[in-house]
C-alpha cells in the first residue's frame, strides 16, 4: 500500500495491511505542512542530559547498533539461520547466534568486534513454535497445562515457557506441564517455569503527564480519556493521516482523547483514536497534526529531541523511557525481545495473547525505579546523538519470563516521584510494545 509523504517527512514503516507508518523526520527540524499550526515560544530542540555513567554507556553502543539492527533484518529470513542478536557495549562485541556458526558476510567499523556463536535453534524456528502453542491455547487448557508466557531466548537455546499452577498440588502440576509441552513441541522447548498469579490486562500502567501541549503534538504528553490517562509515544501515519501512538489498552477506537489538566486547570482535545490493536497493544490517535518530537527530561520541564527513524529492539542494548507520570529514565537494559503473554483466560485456555513485547530492567539495580503506572504507551527509544530512534512503547510489568528470571525486577509497589508526588507505583523493569512492524 502506498502512504503519500507530507513536507519533509518520510514513511519508514507499516502494519498490517499498510495501517500505521512512523513519520521520521530527519534530524534537523522541519517546518510543518501548510495549514498545520506552528507552536509560539516551544523551546528548540535541544537534547536533555544524561549521567555521565549512562552518556557513557550510550556513546558506547552507538557503534555497534548498526551492525545489530543490519543482522536483526536479515533475521526475519527463516534461511539465516539466526537466533539472537545482542549488543555489549562494555567489550564492544556485537555476538550474533547462528544454528550454522560459520562466517557472517558483514562488515564491521573499526573497533567493533563480531563474535558469531553457535546456537541450536534458529530465530524463526522458536517463533513457529511459539505460535503454535499461542494457538494451541485451548487444546492445552483442555489439559490443564495453561501457558502464561512464552518467548523465544537470544541465544537460541529454545523457548521459554511460563505456565500457570496453584493449590496443594502445584509440583504435580508443573510436572505434569512441563512434561506435555516437551512432548508435543519437542526440545525447542527450553525452559518451562511455574507462576501462582494470572497476567491480565488490569495490570497494565495507566496514565501519563505532560500538561500544557497543542498541535502538532509531542510524544510524551499526558492523555486523559473516560478509560484514564496515558502517554503519547510517536507520531506516525495512519490511513494517510497524521496521529500519535499510545498503547491500546488505553482506549478502543473512538475512544476520545484530551492532554491536559493544564496550568489553567483546563483539557484540551486531541482526537480519537482511529486504530487499536489488543493483540500488540499498539493504538494511533487521529490527529490535526503532530511533530516527529518528543519530551525528554522531566515531567515539569521537559526538553524535546527529534525522532531519526524505529528500529527493533536489541538484547543487551541500553534504552530510555519518557513516561508522563515518571519522566525520562534512562539505562535501561533489554533482556528479551518477541515475548507473547497472556492477557485472558477463560478456566485453563488462554484466549489472547499480546505481542510481540520486550522486556527492560534498570541497569543501576533492582532498587532503581524504571517505569511506573502512569507511563503506559510512552516512548522508549535509545539516544543517538542529537535525536532519538523509536525502539517501542511502554506496556506493564516484565512478562512472566522476565519476571522468573529478574523477580527482584518485577513488583510494581517501589516509591518513585511524579509531579502528584511520591507514591508507590513504580517497578525497576518493564515491558514494552514493538515498534509497529519490527
Known amino acids: ?100 556458526a560459520g562466517h557472517v558476510r558483514l562488515s564491521t567499523p573499526a573497533g567493533v568486534k563480531l563474535q558469531v556463536v553457535p546456537a ?45 499452577v496453584s493449590g496443594k498440588s502445584a509440583a504435580a502440576q508443573f510436572a505434569r506441564a512441563q512434561s506435555l509441552l516437551r512432548a508435543r513441541y519437542g526440545a525447542v522447548v527450553h525452559t518451562v517455569t511455574a507462576t501462582q498469579q494470572r497476567s491480565t490486562s488490569s495490570a497494565d500502567y495507566f496514565s501519563g503527564w505532560r500538561f500544557n501541549d497543542y498541535a502538532p503534538w509531542y510524544g510524551g504528553d499526558r492523555l486523559s480519556s ?41 483539557y484540551r482535545f486531541m482526537g480519537n483514536s482511529v486504530y487499536s490493536n489488543s493483540g500488540s497493544d499498539v493504538a494511533a490517535i487521529g490527529v490535526t497534526s503532530a511533530t516527529n518530537t518528543i519530551n525528554v527530561g522531566s515531567t515539569t520541564a521537559p526538553t524535546q529531541m527529534g525522532v531519526s527513524g524505529w528500529a527493533r529492539p536489541v538484547v543487551g542494548e541500553y534504552l530510555c523511557q519518557s513516561g508522563s507520570y515518571t519522566g525520562e529514565v534512562c539505562g535501561l537494559r533489554v533482556v528479551d525481545t518477541a515475548q507473547q503473554q497472556c492477557v485472558s483466560w477463560f478456566l485453563f485456555i488462554c484466549t489472547s495473547y499480546m505481542g510481540p513485547l520486550a522486556d527492560v530492567v534498570n541497569s543501576a539495580g533492582s532498587g532503581s525505579y524504571a517505569a511506573g ?52 507505583r513504580c517497578s525497576s523493569g518493564f515491558s514494552f510494545a514493538h515498534m509497529p512492524g519490527y
Not at 496515558?230 to 476520545?256: D, K, Q, R, W
Open 1 to 100: 500500500m502506498r502512504i503519500s509523504k507530507s513536507a519533509g517527512v518520510g514513511v519508514v514503516a507499516l502494519v498490517a495491511a499498510g495501517a500505521v507508518a512512523s513519520a521520521a523526520q530527519a534530524a534537523s527540524p522541519v517546518p510543518p505542512p501548510s495549514g498545520t499550526t506552528v507552536k509560539r515560544g516551544a523551546p528548540a530542540l535541544r537534547a536533555g542530559t544524561l549521567a555521565p555513567a549512562v552518556a557513557a554507556k550510550q556513546a558506547a553502543q552507538a557503534r555497534l547498533l548498526p551492525v545489530a539492527t543490519s543482522l536483526e533484518r536479515e533475521a526475519k529470513d527463516p534461511a539465516s539461520g539466526i537466533a539472537g542478536v545482542s549488543v555489549d557495549a562494555a567489550t564492544a562485541t556485537v555476538r550474533v547466534y547462528k544454528t550454522d
Open 120 to 164: 541450536r535453534f534458529s530465530r524463526a524456528a522458536m517463533l513457529a513454535t511459539t505460535s503454535r502453542i499461542t494457538n494451541d491455547a485451548k487444546a492445552l487448557g483442555a489439559a490443564r497445562v495453561s501457558v502464561q508466557s512464552v518467548g523465544p531466548t537470544v541465544d537460541g537455546s529454545g523457548l521459554e515457557v511460563s505456565v500457570v
Open 226 to 266: 473516560s478509560v484514564g490517562g496515558c502517554t503519547s509515544g510517536f507520531e506516525a501515519i495512519y490511513n494517510g493521516a497524521p496521529s500519535m501512538l499510545t498503547a491500546s489498552h488505553c482506549g478502543g477506537v473512538g475512544t476520545a482523547f484530551s492532554n491536559g489538566p493544564s496550568t489553567s486547570n483546563t
Open 373 to 424: 503506572h502512569g507511563d503506559s504507551g510512552g516512548p522508549v527509544y535509545s539516544r543517538a546523538g542529537s535525536t532519538v530512534v523509536a525502539k517501542g512503547l511502554v506496556h506493564g510489568q516484565l512478562t512472566d519470563n522476565a519476571k522468573n528470571n529478574y523477580p527482584s525486577y518485577f513488583s510494581d509497589q517501589m516509591w518513585c516521584p511524579s509531579p502528584e508526588g511520591w507514591s508507590q
